[in-house]
């Protein structure tokens, strides 16, 4: 069997690392990105689908980049931190991913993220840990019946790959995109979060996320008194959560747990560390806040 977008690339380039989302990993630092097309999942509102649902033949705008390339690219600027497998699914470009991260970890110390779905099995995934230091993962919704409809898959691997990385000990944040009448029940919403504070911590970075219409869902978007609410109920069970894709600032800033301290301040993409030590610690009272800073 060959891979056939291995060294195929449809975008690249330098990124706030905001953006994957990352709030509680090098916050305010660039990380250069690299995507390829395809992806295990078949979600009816994808926002890249022109790529994920895309394939070599289809997608004209592809072109080549060996990892040395890449790993050279992501060199060039010395303030960046690392390289961000991202875009697309990276589950479908594992190969390539896998070659990138191994050149980048061992060698020259650069920082590996991936950006994923996390539909995978549980032995390459195994296998990534000893190179991808940080994961961001979609927990899309928390029934069977939306995975299966909407997406084409199933929930339990996804809930399965989320303990492994918490178990690995890796940088774990995730993203539920709130959708309008499809996963914005609150008691399923709350079963989630509970969830994710019984199964992997109350420290958990959970990102809430505005849904748009988008590719084969045509849902009103998602109302924000519906993103205030929820981030509101999240909020009680979670140390650090989060609001996206709001033009306001609310749910965006880095408070304390311990002391309410805010000790980082966001405005978009902009991010102003205000009350950590260089420790990653609150300032005030040295509450351990984040790991890498």
């Not at 029940?185 to 958990?204: A, H, N, Y």
């Amino acid at each position: 069997m060959y891979s056939e977008n291995y060294e195929q690339v449809c975008s690249i380039g330098f990124d706030p690392i905001e953006k994957k989302p990352f709030y509680h990993y090098f916050p305010g630092k660039i990380i250069f990105s690299v995507g390829s097309i395809g992806c295990n999942l078949h979600c009816k509102f994808c926002q890249n689908w022109g790529i994920s649902q895309s394939n070599c033949e289809e997608f004209e705008q592809l072109h080549s980049a060996s990892p040395d390339q890449v790993i050279n690219l992501a060199l060039s600027r010395h303030e960046n931190i690392g390289i961000a497998f991202t875009y697309n699914e990276p589950a479908v470009w594992y190969e390539y991913m896998m070659d990138i991260a191994r050149l980048s970890e061992q060698e020259l110390g650069l920082r590996n993220v991936m950006v994923s779905n996390g539909y995978i099995n549980q032995e390459p995934l195994e296998d990534l840990f000893p190179y991808i230091d940080a994961f961001s993962i979609d927990l899309k919704a928390f029934t069977d019946v939306f995975y299966h409809e909407v997406t084409g898959t199933r929930l339990q691997p996804v809930l399965d790959t989320l303990k492994r990385i918490r178990a690995a000990g890796k940088h774990l944040e995730i993203t539920n995109l709130l959708i309008t009448n499809r996963n914005d029940d609150p008691d399923r919403f709350k079963e989630m979060v509970g969830w994710i504070e019984s199964e992997l911590g109350r420290d958990t970075v959970l990102h809430i996320s505005r849904y748009f219409p988008a590719y084969k869902l045509d849902e009103p978007k998602t109302p924000e008194e519906t993103l205030y609410k929820f981030y509101e109920i999240a909020s009680s069970k979670l140390n650090y959560v989060y609001l996206g894709n709001l033009r306001s600032n609310h749910g965006q800033d880095t408070y304390c747990p311990e002391c309410k301290t805010k000790v980082i301040k966001r405005s978009g993409y902009n991010t102003e560390i205000v009350g950590l030590k260089k420790n990653g610690h609150c300032s005030l009272c040295d509450h351990k806040i984040i790991q890498y800073i």
